[in-house]
Structures are given as C-alpha cells and as structure tokens.
T-cell receptor
C-alpha cells in the first residue's frame, strides 16, 4: 500500500543527545514536511522540502536539522540545542501542487520524550 | 500574520445528532482550506479540501463550507456516530507560499459522540 512510514513510534532522548526521526514515503511525492504538535495545540511547521537536495526552514526550525538526499526520505534530527523537544512529530508529503487542489498526506507520527 | 481558530475546543453530543464545527482565519488570501481528522496518538487523515474558489465540498455525511470574505469555514457532520469521535483540525494553505504547500493549523476541536 502507498503511504508514509514514520519510525520509531516512540523515542526517548537523553540530555545532550541528538536523535533522528525517520520518514519514508512511497507515494512519489515531491514535497515533504515536518510538523511538531504539542498537547492541545495545532501543528507547527519545522522544515519542508520541495525537491531532492533542497529544503527550507519553517516557523520553528531552531534546534532541528533535516536532509533530503532521496525523494522518498526526509529524516529529521532533533539536536541538543532544542531545549524542549518533548512533542508529537508528524511527517507529511504532497504532490508539488501549484493549483491548491492536492491535500497533504500524513504519517502516524513519532512521540519524543526526554529521559 | 495568518491565525486559525477553532471553536469549541471540545464537544460532546449524543449519537445521531447533527453537529457543526467552526473554523475562522484572519487573512482571506488562501489557496485552500482543509479539514483533517486525528485519532488519539495517530497522524492526520484528510477529510475535505475546499479550494479558495469553491463554497463547499461534500463527502458522505460530511459537508464543509467556506466563506473566504468573512474568514470562516464550517464542518457539518450529519447523524453523528460513536466512530466519529476524534479531534478535527482545520488548516489553511497560504497564498504567496507558492508551491510550498505550507499549512497553518487551528488548535482542533475534540469531538465525543456518546452511544
């Protein structure tokens, strides 16, 4: 089945540690996104990528880094500079849509907690 | 700056009732508005997408309307069922973001349908 796979489902970070969240899609979508969701809040954009080897900062990029070496993959690294990393992280993808007609498709998320 | 607000934050109704969820946004310069469903601990499922030139979209028991000039959208759920219990999020895609697909989300309305 086509879709977006995020792993792991749960992740724990120690003080001073970098951790990487995986996002893989087999929908042949050009655009991919990372969002952060805090309890009782909507989603906020961390980074997005429209094409391989290119990505842009979203609204809350500080303390995060990404890479886009393959069309199918858009991993997110939560660095030690992110002082409040506990949240639910969602990856999404979409067709490179210039018409406003295509929805974003989401993975099932990774829940990150501090040890 | 675009802000998206959803009222109420939570709603509890008996099974079979028709209900309306509200979403408002501050800037009418949007590509589209999307409604998503989120089950606990899961990712988002796209329900309906209304392009800026459209007034409404329907899918089964769901009907979403858009009044761009007043900055409002409603999601109407007919004959609610316990399986409709979830958090419903609306999001607008900004004009001027080109083909980035950047979405601005509301905080969500958590719906409980009691048998």
């Amino acid at each position: 089945d086509g879709g977006i796979t995020q792993s792991p489902k749960y992740l724990f970070r120690k003080e001073g540690q970098n951790v990487t969240l995986s996002c893989e899609q087999n929908l042949n979508h050009d655009a991919m996104y990372w969002y952060r969701q805090d309890p009782g809040q909507g989603l906020r954009l961390i980074y997005y990528s429209q094409i391989v080897n290119d990505f842009q900062k979203g609204d809350i990029a500080e303390g995060y880094s990404v890479s886009r070496e393959k069309k199918e993959s858009f991993p997110l690294t939560v660095t030690s500079a992110q002082k409040n990393p506990t949240a639910f992280y969602l990856c999404a993808s979409s067709i490179d849509d210039r018409t406003g007609t295509q929805p974003q498709h989401f993975g099932d998320g990774t829940r990150l907690s501090i040890l | 700056k675009q802000e998206v607000t959803q009222i109420p934050a939570a709603l509890s109704v008996p099974e079979g009732e028709n209900l309306v969820l509200n979403c408002s946004f501050t800037d009418s310069a949007i590509y589209n508005l999307q409604w998503f469903r989120q089950d606990p601990g899961k990712g988002l499922t796209s329900l309906l997408l209304i392009q800026s030139s459209q007034r409404e979209q329907t899918s089964g028991r769901l009907n979403a309307s858009l009044d761009k000039s007043s900055g409002r959208s409603t999601l109407y759920i007919a004959a609610s069922q316990p399986g409709d219990s979830a958090t419903y999020l609306c999001a607008v895609r900004l004009l001027g973001s080109g083909n980035t697909g950047k979405l601005i989300f509301g905080q969500g309305t958590t719906l409980q349908v009691k048998p």
